[in-house]
């Protein structure tokens, strides 16, 4: 069997309100090509929007990759890393206090392309310069942006 490909995701989710219009981006990278995605919700959270960047570039890989996935999210990383999902999983999404978990929908969506492709997970300091972050940022921004301006919010 190859080698898997060595895939870097950047990923990043903004709002504008929490709750309110959202936006979430992806860049995927592969050598020297490059991808971009992003998409919007128009009444979201900031922790969706940042789980469904992860979501979205990951389900973009047609195939099973190693993926070194960065993020300014410790939600997205430190729920994943620490294992705090698999236990709200285990505990019927129910996190250690017995209150439910948030998300669920998304985590269900996230935990098999995990289970999929060998990610590593490495945490940035959003709006600190890093440029891919930043990129990611400006595209989940831009993404809320048009909510707002095309619903009038």
């Known amino acids: 069997m190859p080698p898997k490909k060595k895939v870097e995701l950047f990923t990043d989710g903004a709002c504008s309100g929490n709750p309110g219009p959202g936006g979430w981006?992806?860049?995927?990278r592969y050598g020297t090509a490059?991808?971009?995605?992003?998409?919007?919700?128009?009444?979201?959270?900031?922790?969706?929007m940042e789980l469904m960047g992860a979501i979205m570039g990951l389900s973009a890989l047609r195939e099973p990759?190693?993926?070194?996935?960065?993020?300014?999210s410790r939600y997205l990383i430190d729920s994943v890393t620490k294992g705090w999902v698999y236990s709200w999983q285990k505990r019927g999404w129910k996190k250690s206090d017995k209150s439910p978990a948030l998300n669920v929908d998304l985590w269900e969506r996230l935990l098999p392309l995990l289970?999929?492709?060998e990610v590593t997970f490495v945490w940035v300091h959003g709006h600190t310069g890093?440029?891919?972050?930043?990129?990611?940022?400006?595209?989940?921004?831009s993404e809320y942006?048009?909510?707002?301006?095309?619903?009038?919010l």
């Open 25 to 28: 981006a992806a860049i995927l």
């Open 130 to 141: 890093h440029p891919e972050n930043e990129r990611c940022d400006a595209l989940a921004v």
């Open 115 to 117: 289970k999929k492709h």
């Open 34 to 48: 490059e991808k971009e995605l992003s998409g919007g919700e128009e009444s979201t959270t900031n922790n969706r």
């Open 145 to 152: 942006q048009k909510l707002k301006l095309g619903g009038n």
């Open 65 to 72: 990759c190693e993926v070194t996935l960065t993020s300014d």
